[in-house]
């Protein structure tokens, strides 16, 4: 009889350690590749030259949290990245001059928050950039010269949470929430211009409505929104005449991506994430490159990157069953090179599939996911992870999931589950999940539970609850609300107060809080509903195991989220574990905070679910 001890036990650091290589960019010119990889274990910038990649230095120098997002300026001669301090989420914009090496943060100002709102290779040497410097809610827009790192600002912000420029720099769209938890988005003809209206979205979606990009003239603006229909589709809004035309739709998925001409715009092709991403060619010119890229792998096609002159792709290839591959795509000799895979040391080990999951929950509703079984074990009866995703205005797609594959390696049946409220289905299914957390939304996964017990491929005396975020609020409400379906619970940065949650957003969300007083409830008016949804609540009744982390840092769930809970926990004597991490944030940025709590939460699984654990191997003082 096979157990799990027949398949080799894969490290917790190969699952959850710095990637060998990640996120190539290329250059502008097509001369140049940069990446992501670690150097002395904290994740920097490496820069090669195309045709010799081995020939690599390291750019950048980050010695702390790692870099985990860049981009080549336009010129060709700077990397920009964003950091923060220790997961405050107050990002700051750093330029590499290539040249000389030097580095330097161009939004040097504390307690700010910086984003790059466009790069245009018509100003290569200018990037318009989002900074809540004069008010911590609203980013007003400057124009940065990358070679001086003079900021001048040229939008105030009237109380917009987004902006689009044209390719010539001209802030002429933006996104703006209305008191009543909609959106609109309006357009100016310019800088001098009153912002008018162009299309009005009411709270139903609210989510689901955004400007995208401008045409090449300036006077067509790509839109996406479900305005008038269930799903998130493609239009383009002539700003002249007023029309509109469709370019993209589905009747139940939302659109997910969308390839345009990086000259003029033209819709190339768009995808929707079904069970798997599905990609729909639109544009003849590039049908053979799709047709070509479709069928060299069977992973999940991602576009990644191009050069200036749309002649070079980078690729990626998302599997559930091994590591991210990265290609580079010729698209004059319709040729492919593979540059590399995220974590090649996985290649050596047996890993897990992911299967799609769908079944009808208590009310009707359709409801899908994912389930992830251990390789070679017996579909019958085995101990089960329930993986809650964050947001919950997110969902769960197929592809690689570290922690889905480390827990089918150690013995557990993984169920993931988009339940109502998570995107991608269209604003029916989103909307469903208005005011429903700790309730309808908690239902759809006790039906997910009862569809695996009823199919007999998962015991209900060995079932956990698991998430982050959202996530670590459901595992909250099921050691609460439902004490008696779960056998322990691991709850990483979720909010156990929704009053308190909603009155101490970040300041930037601020503009969009009547979104959450519509899709959770209102502080004011509604504390009473908040409060019966409130795993805080019902702290008394928790009887089963629990496993808290959390970042000190945090600025969306607050560190007291988890504190008010724990301190509960204390007082009654409840068993629990609490991990507090003084230098993260929404998360584990850094690999020695990953592995640390991933190593408890192993331990504490296998303590209460009967799989297997890797030894600890952490540093004590870590």
Not at 340 to 367: K, M, N, V
């Amino acid at each position: 009889m096979t157990t799990i001890e027949d398949v080799e036990l894969v490290p917790r650091e190969v699952l959850f350690g710095n990637p060998t290589r990640t996120s190539p960019q290329i250059s502008p010119d097509g001369t140049r590749m940069a990446w992501l990889a670690p150097r002395d274990g904290v994740l920097n910038v490496w820069l090669a030259p195309v045709d010799d990649m081995a020939d690599a230095r390291c750019v950048t120098d980050d010695t702390d949290r790692g870099i985990r997002m860049f981009s080549w300026d336009h010129s060709g001669e700077r990397l920009l990245y964003v950091q923060d301090t220790g997961g405050d989420e107050n990002w700051h914009i750093h330029g590499v001059n290539l040249t000389t090496g030097e580095t330097r943060d161009v939004t040097p100002f504390d307690g700010v928050q910086a984003r790059i709102v466009k790069l245009s290779k018509h100003h290569p040497d200018t990037a318009l950039v989002g900074i809540n410097r004069n008010n911590p809610q609203l980013h007003d827009v400057y124009r940065l010269d990358l070679p001086s790192g003079e900021l001048t600002k040229i939008v105030d912000n009237p109380g917009f949470i987004g902006f689009i420029a044209t390719d010539d720099l001209e802030v002429r769209a933006a996104l703006a929430p209305t008191e009543d938890g909609g959106m609109v988005i309006l357009t100016r003809t310019d800088d001098s211009a009153e912002w008018q209206p162009l299309l009005t979205a009411g709270p139903e979606d609210s989510l689901s409505t955004s400007p995208l990009a401008f045409d090449a003239s300036g006077e067509r603006l790509l839109v996406v929104s479900s305005v008038d229909a269930n799903a998130a589709r493609l239009l383009w809004f002539d700003l002249t005449t007023d029309e509109q035309t469709l370019v993209a739709a589905d009747d139940t998925y939302d659109l997910s991506d969308v390839r345009l001409h990086p000259d003029t715009k033209a819709v190339e092709a768009v995808a929707f994430v079904r069970e798997r991403i599905d990609w729909v060619v639109l544009d003849d010119a590039v049908a053979g490159d799709f047709r070509e890229l479709l069928a060299l792998d069977d992973g999940d096609l991602q576009l990644i990157d191009h050069d200036r002159d749309d002649r070079t792709w980078l690729v990626a290839y998302d599997h559930d069953d091994g590591p991210v591959s990265f290609w580079a795509w010729n698209r004059d000799k319709q040729a492919a090179s593979h540059l590399f895979t995220h974590r090649p040391e996985l290649e050596r080990y047996e890993l897990a599939t992911t299967e799609p999951l769908s079944f009808t929950a208590r009310d009707g509703l359709q409801i899908h996911g994912y389930l992830t079984f251990p390789p070679r074990l017996e579909r019958t009866s085995l101990p089960a992870v329930l993986v809650v995703h964050g947001g919950p205005w997110a969902r769960d797609t197929w592809g690689f999931g570290p922690e889905a594959q480390w827990l089918a390696n150690r013995g557990y049946l993984v169920i993931q589950v988009n339940f109502r409220g998570s995107t991608g289905y269209g604003k029916q299914f989103l909307n469903a999940g208005d005011r429903e957390w700790g309730r309808r939304m908690h239902h759809d996964l006790l039906d997910a539970v009862d569809h695996v017990v009823d199919a007999g491929v998962a015991d209900p005396q060995r079932m956990a609850i698991y998430g982050g975020s959202y996530g670590g609020y459901a595992a909250l409400v099921g050691a609460t609300f439902t004490p008696d379906v779960f056998t322990c619970a691991v709850d990483i940065v979720g909010p156990s107060n929704l009053k308190t949650l909603i009155e101490s957003v970040p300041p930037y969300w601020a503009p969009m809080i009547a979104q959450f007083h519509n899709r959770v409830g209102n502080p004011e008016t509604e504390a009473d509903l908040l409060w019966e949804r409130s795993p805080l609540s019902r702290a008394e009744q928790i009887r089963i195991p629990l496993l808290i982390a959390q970042g000190a840092n945090d600025p969306r769930v607050k560190q007291a989220e988890s504190e008010q809970i724990v301190a509960v926990l204390r007082d009654k004597g409840i068993d629990h574990e609490y991990l507090l991490f003084p230098d993260e944030g929404h998360g584990f940025a850094k690999p020695v905070n990953r592995l640390r709590f991933y190593a408890a939460a192993e331990a504490f699984l296998a303590e209460h679910l009967g799989g297997r654990a890797e030894p600890d191997t952490t540093p004590p003082d870590s």
